[in-house]
């Protein structure tokens, strides 16, 4: 072999120790989120616009976005959410991004998927305050989803079942791939600064990743909020232990995921808090026994913003009209005209 | 000159002539809409992104798109708004599609343009309930619109003039145009069908024409709702006279646009009536003194139709967030916690 290709060997082998050394993925706990797979895009689009339509509402008003709107982290920034007749809601709306990798839907996991979680607000007397028949009737009333659900099943039939499966499959396309930390994950070391490595190397130190580990960086288990302590609030929600009736889990919430939580502030089940450094004070004292100085609040802090992902990008969709024959919206019945 | 080289030199006339004589626009009382001419595309992506904004309002729930709903027509499909704490607005809201094209804003024109009417419903205690003052200050404590009216502006101060300067840039491009009427006007003459076309006669031969005519089919003109015989409504709104103080423009409203009219139900500044066909017999029986037939309904409904353009395609808009200094959103601010 000659010195010349014995170089151009070593070069391209080196390179290829490089490429691989750079693109190992870490072993961590938390994995890197993944692009959504779509499998049936017909289905997502009309998912979409359901997710969009305000005439799942009694009202016309109030849409699937309104509470978890796509513009501000799939959340509505609000301690709890506006229902029909401006109705306070008695839980901060969780975020719908990266929800498919949820244990369950609801702060209190009372839905097992997102099918089962999209019919509840629906028909909830707080919130779109429709109920489900309702809100099939207008459906069916409007031509261009009869249309759009006899191409994606096959027949033009439009259920309860076909509504939610629509919206849960569009659902599971919102996740935030790409987040800084994620290069940083997949082997990316110029993606995280020094200060950013040292927040989340004391993230897992003072335990924080007990409860915030996965793709999603929580939501998958349930956790009594205030294990060393009682968290002070002025809500009377008592979480998982509505579902279950064991009192072990009253003030037992599903973990929140902690991907884009720069955007989805006020945090916690009662949204009281509003900034990222008093929400992790809180929890280090609360679930871990823990005070950290400022500095350390600081740096887990500027770990936490290296989660926010690519959000999902998409064309706002334009809805079909309603037709004479559709229900008429109800957005003052019980009100005088003002 | 060869026989040949003959034919086909009468063929490249025919041809020509026949390209010439379909593509030649129609002279006639209602103009094509042309696409948007977007000569600063960073203004516009920040218009958008405040036209989306909901905490341009009080509550931090309802924004710009919340009553012009981009989905819908650029209006919400409402006899009249849902504003904070749900309050009734007391007037449909117009489309914002084409709004442009109006010779003055609101139904009772008083807002000069489309940069003045966008400041009225952030501080409209019944719309948006905010102040100026607080919808100024809580944009300067955003760092992704600081820098992005920098970007635009050449410097970052907010103002209400820059704000409302931006959402109106967006909403010039908010026109629809290509709508199959469209297509025929401009010498296309497969676009429309036989009784579309009937119709379209049988509207400027009955005299609707006279006030819906221009590119938008309306919004130049103020025009006494009621001029053969008085519309009876439960509506106390009395129009253009709270603008001019003048007892003869009682009852005086901007003539809508027909654009999109398919969209955007319900119809009149009351929003009481859902269907074209009874919009149209009541306009033609108050406004023009005559009671129209069944057919001549449906004809002149077959051709409204036809105007309705290409929605505006955007990507919706991903918001900057807020911070810790950022003031908070206020919806609940007067009624006991829920």
């Known amino acids: 072999m000659k010195s010349s290709s014995k170089m151009i060997t070593f070069l391209l082998a080196a390179t290829l120790f490089n490429a691989f050394a750079s693109a190992a993925p870490r072993q961590e706990p938390i994995q890197p989120i993944e692009a959504a797979k779509v499998e049936n895009p017909a289905k997502v689009e009309l998912g979409k616009k359901l997710f969009f339509d305000p005439r799942l ?36 709306s969780p975020t719908v991004l990266n929800s498919s990798m949820n244990l369950a839907q609801f702060w209190d996991g009372r839905a097992a998927d997102l099918q089962e979680q999209a019919g509840g607000p629906i028909a909830n007397p707080g919130e779109m305050a429709s109920t489900h028949d309702l809100a099939i009737e207008i459906l069916r009333s409007i031509p261009g989803y009869v249309n759009e659900f006899g191409a994606v099943y096959g027949n033009s039939k439009i259920d309860l079942e076909r509504v939610t499966d629509a919206i849960a499959a569009f659902e599971e396309t919102l996740v935030t791939p790409n987040s800084r930390f994620d290069q940083w994950l997949k082997g990316d070391n110029s993606a995280l600064t ?65 991907r884009n939580v720069e955007l989805t502030y006020p945090y916690f089940h009662d949204g009281a808090i509003w900034s990222l450094e008093q929400a992790t004070d809180i929890m280090a004292r609360l679930q871990l026994g823990r005070t950290l100085t400022k500095a350390e609040i600081d740096s887990i802090v500027a770990f936490l913003k290296t989660l926010t992902g690519e959000q999902p990008q998409f064309k706002l969709p334009i809805l079909p009209p309603s037709t004479p024959a559709t229900p008429r919206p109800q957005p003052f019945e019980n009100k005088p005209a003002g």
Chains 1, 2 share one sequence.
């Open 57 to 92: 509402s009694r009202s016309g008003f109030i849409s699937c976005n309104s509470c978890h709107n796509l513009s501000t982290g799939g959340s509505d920034n609000l301690p709890s959410s506006i229902g029909h007749n401006w109705q306070q809601g008695p839980i901060n």
């Open 194 to 258: 020094k200060a950013e490595l040292k927040g989340y190397e004391l993230f897992k130190n003072v335990g924080c990743v007990a409860c915030h580990n996965g793709p999603a960086v929580g939501g998958n288990s349930f956790q009594k909020m205030g294990m060393v302590a009682p968290y002070e609030t002025d809500s009377e929600v008592e979480g998982r232990s509505a579902v279950t009736g064991r009192d072990a889990d009253r003030f037992s919430f599903k973990v929140p995921t902690l």
